[in-house]
């Protein structure tokens, strides 16, 4: 078992960059002012916690536990720094990466996984694609990250508001490759139109459903199934609240 790590902060290394100076072409005015806009920086710098989880996770409980926690400081705008350092990068290449989830979420530029949960560098192994459907090819990423690198917690995010869904429940024409997302998104919107919902409440309605599917599709996965039947991986589905920030378990 790999004894936890213990991450330098960004902050050793913006101290670094700070106290290396960035520049002497300066009178002495400007280096008093810049000097003191120095300082202050040095302490916001020094006073940010960093964000640091032991390295190895095989709980898909304490997985799901760190998400919520990492969207909490999102959503209340209190985000830790990251350790983004030289020694962090190197540290990730010599050892490999131990992510402790598989997120699965849309391609939306509002929602990326690593900010909404607070996550830093080898944190989440994340599969995009519009929609977050789950085709084989995106099912290949999954059981890669749960059979090769032991990631106990595959969480499939939709959002609300999901263009992609819209499409599909507008029914309009599509051009190039476009079509397949929509066709993937057609049972979950056929689904919820039969419920009788229209509008807004449709949309929403085939999201949810469009969740279930893809938890479904993943939950096939023989590699997936033998994890889960094990307890050593879980599969959630989640949705992303774009205002409130928010991501709510919807299936567990
Ligand atoms: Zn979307």
């Known amino acids: 078992m790999k004894k936890p790590l213990t991450y330098i902060g960004a902050a050793l290394l913006s101290l670094a960059m700070i106290l290396s100076g960035c520049g002497s072409q300066t009178s002495p005015m400007a280096d008093k002012q810049s000097s003191e806009v120095e300082n202050l920086a040095v302490q916001q ?19 799901q536990q760190l998400l919520v926690e990492g969207n909490r400081r999102f959503t209340s705008g209190t985000p830790l720094s990251k350790d983004f350092s030289y020694t ?15 997120i699965v979420s ?34 290949g990423s999954i059981e890669y990250a749960v ?11 939709g959002h609300e508001e999901c263009g992609a869904v819209t499409a599909a429940v507008q029914g309009g024409e599509t051009h190039g490759s476009i079509a397949a997302i929509i066709e993937k998104l057609k049972p979950a919107v056929n689904e919820a139109r039969a419920t009788g919902a229209t509008g807004k409440e449709l949309i929403e309605k085939s999201t949810d459903l469009n969740i279930q599917d893809a938890l479904t599709d993943i939950s096939r996965s023989p590699i997936v199934k033998e994890g889960m039947e094990a307890k050593q991986v879980k599969v959630i589905g989640m949705k992303y609240d774009l205002d409130e920030g928010l991501s709510n378990l919807i299936k567990d």
Do not use: W
């Open 45 to 63: 710098v020094i006073a940010a916690p960093v964000y640091k989880r032991v390295e190895v996770i095989s709980s898909p409980e304490i997985a």
């Open 88 to 102: 962090r990068r190197s540290d990730l290449m010599k050892n490999g990466q131990h992510p402790f989830a598989i």
């Open 147 to 157: 059979e090769h690198l032991k990631a106990p917690l595959v969480v499939v995010l």
């Open 106 to 139: 849309c391609s939306d530029s509002r929602v990326p996984p690593e900010l909404l949960f607070d996550q830093a560098l080898g944190d989440l192994f994340v599969v995009r694609v519009a929609g977050n459907v789950v085709t084989p090819v995106e099912l």
